[in-house]
């Protein structure tokens, strides 16, 4: 466990109730393009890292069908919470299991999973330990396999940082207990670990260079 675990665990406990308040009016539409990308068919087996207040979870659940299989792991009891009401309430609770547990490592069998999707949550995990979150989930894929990212992106070379971008990296910089996540070359790091970009979005939010991709296993 990292020194900023608990406290990362006890300020998403804090917020779960209101989270979709704060952030999901600005990161649903990025979220939706990475699950576009990403192509979930139906009688999948998908795992979601950071699966928040369950919205893309409620999405993967209709997707796989009666057939398919979802499963979702946060660092929050809080979002877990919200989220198994979520899945009751619509009728999905045994399309999906939740778990609550730290990443990495992640707690499944090899081979066990068509495909993994993370949105903003890459980019909360140091830089160091993003390399290890994705080696796990290779370890978990299919060949074959697709990891779907959605991410904070660093912005393009030759382009300068807006207002916003230099404000939420000073923050970051200077508040990391409060702004956690940070920019990051998802596509750069998922190349690095053997994975082939196979599709490829870049969004733009709050001025904000996001971007939306998938990785894709060897065969």
Known sequence: MTDETPHA???YD???GVYDAIADSSEHHAREEGLRLLAVQ???RVLEIGFGTGHTLLTLAETVGEEGHVRGIDISQGMCDVAEKRLAEAGYAERVQLDVAEVPPLP???ASLDAVTCSFTLELFGLDVIPSVIDEVKRVLVPGGRFGVVSMAVTPEGEKDSVLEKTYKWMH???PHIVDCQPIDAAGFL???GLEITAREDIVMWTMPVIALVGTAPG
């Open 173 to 175: 910089h200077h508040f």
């Open 14 to 16: 804090r917020i779960a």
């Open 42 to 44: 139906p009688g999948e």
């Open 9 to 11: 665990r006890k300020f």
């Open 108 to 110: 499944y069998e090899d």
């Open 191 to 193: 190349e690095q670990s």
